[in-house]
């Protein structure tokens, strides 16, 4: 499932293909992904230009200029667990960015096509359809179900060890259940939390409360934004790695230090721990026993 990393690393393959271009025609083959698709959806997007493309945690925000006598509208984009983008160049080709993100897929489910008016094509496919598309007035954005109740962008600066502090105290709620919780941080989910413990060496057994202090919140906020910078970073290499050969790019292979390293030796220097796997609100934890404390 993408989580913030790679819904960035996402946004950013898109950023050429959609920013500053008019989206000529929009073809939706279906009425629903995982909630039904706004009403004239493809009329409402068809001759609008992409002002910019935004994140905030894992949606995708295309903000469009006004259509005439009309108003600024944005098109939030989520992922899902298998939703995925292709881009092929005007010329049939595959485009500098394209990409797949998640199980590869075949034409069946294409469910959205973006035909750009210079010829660029962008293609949504997603077998599983837990992905979703939504189109809010560029006014009404911070309000909208979606955003409204996030918490802070961890690599924003509202976020903080004070804002960590503020939410964990006195929450006995385990810190890892607390870190997936988008209230309090958004857009980490299952395995970049259990990096972030790692890195801050902190056991995902632990309740909110008892990191609560400053030493703590400290440690584990500059894990966090640690580990998304190094996810971000590897997946801009993805990109430009790819951009100049055919094209197909699997959602993108970052090396993970506990994440799904169950029975194998923790890699942090001074350690001789084992990695161990636990379930945790009944879903896998990865730690090290040894330097998680
Ligand atoms: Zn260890």
Redesign the pocket.
Known sequence: MPELPEVETVRRGLAPALEGRVIAHVTQRRPDLRFPLPERFAERLTGRRVAHLGRRAKYILVHLEPAPGGEEEVLIMHLGMSGRFTIHGPNGKSAPGLFHLGMPGSETHDHIVFDMEDGTRIVYADHRRFGFMDLVSGAGLAASKHIAALGPEPLGNEFSAATLAERFRGRRTPVKAALLDQRNVAGLGNIYVCEAL?RAGLSPKRSAASVAGPVRTERLAAAIRAVLTDAIAAGGSTLRDYAHTDGELGYFQHSFAVYDREGQA?S?PD?T?TVRRIVQSARSTFY?P???R
Do not use: E, Y
Request: one cysteine or more.
């Open positions: 790692w923790c942090k350690c721990g090290c040894a330097c998680q």
